[in-house]
């Protein structure tokens, strides 16, 4: 297939590295761009209010373009008149840290992907459920052979699948679940510190309590040892409070 | 009513400003947790990888704390451990710009209301139509009006209430329409240029085409001279292509 490889780690990140060697002996033709810097949790940003610029990254058998911004930008300077590029299928990872739940409006993975499917290009997100992975051959072994079982052309338009790896060797993983998110979110606190020089400054930090957490949603079942699998849209209007709101506030134009 | 303020153009910005002068007038209690500087288009960004600083801005009777992150930075600074407040209605805006459509994804202005809309705190993000508008005081009335036309406390978790005004002095608006997002995509284009060492450089330009503007959307509806109300919900999962996929990818298992 004719595959665009993006991430939000960077271009230098092992787990486009190990999509794009994977990917790449399995005789799959490969355009990788990418952001020169890690670009973590930027979500659906775009740059406008700077230029962007673009460095082709020759490293061994590894090719690619790195640019000077998100993931979105990425997508948009690969597909958009400066590659115009018309891949098959994008792929966006393999990202270091799950993206599950409300984690899909923050990720920069998922927004790579999400971009893609906007104008027409299937697209799948992977992630893996650990924030410095060893060795992600393994899980681009397994999307090697995932991307085969999946008629991207038939989806509905506008869709993401987005995969997630537990952290566990795949082999141990408990196969492939088809999920939707889980509703829970973040319980959000700032670490508050002092610098050298005497000024304060904050950290987040957050986590879900397992008790909000439903059965047979992405999270539960990713820390249960499943690849989990989930198809995204995005149609955010809410149709229904939208006809009762029309009711009663705009009741009277 | 206790309200939190906040934005994506920063704490400067008129549309902010004009806000907290309107609503301040009215008798309402305000806090505002804003950007440092300009955040358009970081769509739900948050800072992981550096350290958040707040600043106290004492402007005349403008008072406010901005954040050096993002629009969400500031809410969950605002809503988490640092302020720990509990406000009955956070406005993000006035926005100099539009969020319609796809906007949304990109928008820093909705990803405030979002992420206060994820807490459970109702959430209001309001727009217009021009890049440099003059003065958004008769929009910043329109909004003191209209937040007693909802009954905040009884909608459904979990939405935002996304409003724009179009390009047009407000006594000229045609009304308040119940509208849903334009599907319609951008058509991206990137200007190249050179800088004066003699570098590449590349600036996003875009434009929706007006022949992909379905009737009785946003987009159109705030075109035509109306002002646009937007219901928006953020369960991204699709659960008929869930059940579909289920039953061939999984099957096996």
Not at 139 to 168: C, G, K
Not at 202 to 230: A, M, S
């Amino acid at each position: 297939m004719n595959i665009l490889l993006t991430n939000d780690d960077g271009i230098w990140a092992p787990g486009l590295r190990a999509l794009y060697q994977i990917l790449f002996s399995a005789g799959h033709q490969l355009t990788v761009v990418a952001p020169l810097t890690e670009q973590s949790a930027v979500g659906h940003a775009v740059t406008l209010s700077s230029p962007l610029r673009i460095k082709k990254v020759n490293d061994g058998p590894f090719q690619g373009f790195g640019v000077s911004g998100s993931p979105v930008d990425c997508v948009k300077i690969a597909l958009g008149t400066v590659y115009n590029l018309q891949p098959q299928l994008l792929i966006s990872g393999i990202n270091n840290g799950a993206n599950v739940g409300v984690d899909i409006l923050y990720s920069g993975t998922v927004a790579a992907a999400t971009e893609a499917a906007l104008v027409g290009i299937p697209a799948l997100a992977v992630s893996v459920d650990h924030f410095n992975p060893e060795d992600l051959s393994p899980q681009a072994e397994y999307v090697r052979d995932f991307i085969h079982t999946i008629d991207w052309a038939s989806l509905p338009p506008r869709r993401v699948l987005n995969m997630n790896f537990p952290d566990l060797p795949v082999p141990e993983c408990k196969g492939l679940r088809l999920c939707p998110q889980t509703q829970a979110v973040y319980e959000d606190w700032y670490d508050e510190r002092t610098d050298p020089r005497g000024r304060r400054y904050y950290w987040l930090c957050g986590e879900i309590l397992p008790q909000n957490l439903e059965p047979d949603t992405d999270r539960t079942l990713l820390t249960q040892g499943f690849i989990t699998l989930t198809p995204l849209t995005f149609d955010f209007t809410d149709h229904k409070l939208m006809h009762q709101l029309d009711a009663s506030v705009a009741g009277g134009r």
